[in-house]
């Protein structure tokens, strides 16, 4: 799919609120909808989606919860919490090779990450605060090793 063929389906969708040339050469769109975005157009056919939050992680515990969802993408899918480039808050952002996709699968791309972040503005926030997932792995007792 190209570049303006997925920004004429996210207008259509979505609507458009802004749109601005950034001094580095990309164009910036933002747009709205019950769940705001943002997308950076970038050199190669590339689209960074980024939706802002309204966590923020500032402690070790929160900022290990952020990590533990990135690395297990249980919690992120294709996307990546991040520090958020509009605020002093969290982000969902995704990249987005745009050559390689059909249509519908840019859409699931974009469905999936405003999941993601309706997960992490929901049910998501209150995990922040808690311990971190890798200390609700079972015991030694109940774990079997298998070597191969």
Known sequence: MKLNDTLNMLMYAFGVDQVQALETGEMSYHFGGD????????????????????????????????????????????????????SDGLAMVDFIALDALEKDDVQMRIVDLLLYADYWETMGAGLLGQQSASTFAPEDALMTTIRV
């Open 35 to 86: 769940q705001p975005f943002g997308a950076l157009a970038f050199p190669g056919n590339i689209l960074r989606l980024h939706v802002p939050l309204s966590l923020k992680a500032t402690d070790a515990a929160a900022l290990t919860r952020v990590l533990e969802g990135n690395c297990l993408g249980i919690e992120s899918g294709t996307g990546q919490l991040a520090l958020s480039p509009e």
